[in-house]
């Protein structure tokens, strides 16, 4: 019963393809995120929903189109991969913060570790 | 935008001693949240503790504390009776409001090994 799901976890793939990640969360939380890890380990956020609705798109290439079928689900799917797009992408989701107090912390899935040859 | 520095790429500590990772941040918001995560070599990122900002007392989880200055805008984590299992890579986040959702942004990261 793991609370944020990904797969794949590892994912090999040819420049030029394109290919999809998969997330769910069984949390009932109402935001999902998609980060990017790069090889230093930086993290840095590429975008977030909220009931399916995205809020936020961080200067992320159009080749990177996020799905949300629903508020459990959050799919990232890329076109046309480069060599700069081998990375960790994490998914994470968080409930809302609805006021002082509200719990907002952001639980990560395990990560799927992309490499474009 | 908000920027969060880690300014000790490395770290060591002997096991059962106390060591202290550094983070301090720039925010102009008056209401956010501050994280430590921890993400060992299976590289999952795990919640080791988080704070408010509009509490004064300082957060702790077990064997793990912060110092919270919020004037200074330093947030450091304190790990005490360091065991081989802390061994990993330590993130400092603060959260950010944007678009109505929230946003991590992430330090660059210190790396804590423990020695045996």
């Known amino acids: 019963d793991t609370a944020v799901s990904q797969t794949p976890k590892y994912l090999v793939t040819q420049m030029g393809n394109d290919k999809s990640i998969k997330c769910e969360q069984n949390?009932?939380?109402?935001?999902m995120y998609w980060y990017k890890q790069d090889s230093k380990k930086f993290l840095k956020i590429m975008f977030s929903?909220?009931?399916?609705?995205?809020?936020i798109n961080e200067t992320v290439p159009n080749r990177f189109s996020p799905k949300s079928p629903d508020k459990a689900h959050l799919n990232l799917h890329i076109n046309s991969l480069e060599l700069g797009d081998s990375a960790v992408y994490f998914c994470?989701?968080?409930?809302?913060?609805?006021?002082?107090?509200?719990?907002?912390?952001?639980?990560f899935g395990p990560g799927t570790r992309l490499t474009v040859l | 935008a908000q920027t969060v520095t880690q300014s000790q790429p490395e770290m060591s500590v002997q096991e059962a001693e106390t060591v202290t990772l550094s983070c301090t941040y720039d925010?102009?918001?008056?209401?956010?949240?501050l994280f430590w995560y921890k993400q060992p070599p299976s590289r999952q990122m795990i919640l080791v503790i988080r704070?408010?900002?509009?509490?004064?007392q300082n957060a702790t989880e077990n064997r793990f504390s912060v110092n919270f200055q919020k004037a200074a805008k330093s947030f450091s984590l304190k790990i005490s009776d360091s065991q081989l299992g802390d061994a990993a890579m330590y993130f400092c986040?603060?959260?950010?409001?944007?678009?109505?959702?929230?946003?991590?942004?992430f330090g660059k990261g210190t790396k804590l090994t423990v020695n045996p």
């Open positions: 994470a989701s968080s409930q809302d913060r609805t006021g002082r107090g509200s719990t907002d912390t952001q639980y």
């Open positions: 925010t102009s918001e008056s209401d956010y949240y």
């Open positions: 949390l009932g939380h109402d935001t």
């Open positions: 986040a603060s959260s950010e409001l944007q678009g109505g959702s929230e946003k991590l942004v």
């Open positions: 929903y909220n009931n399916k609705e995205l809020i």
């Open positions: 704070q408010e900002a509009y509490k004064q």
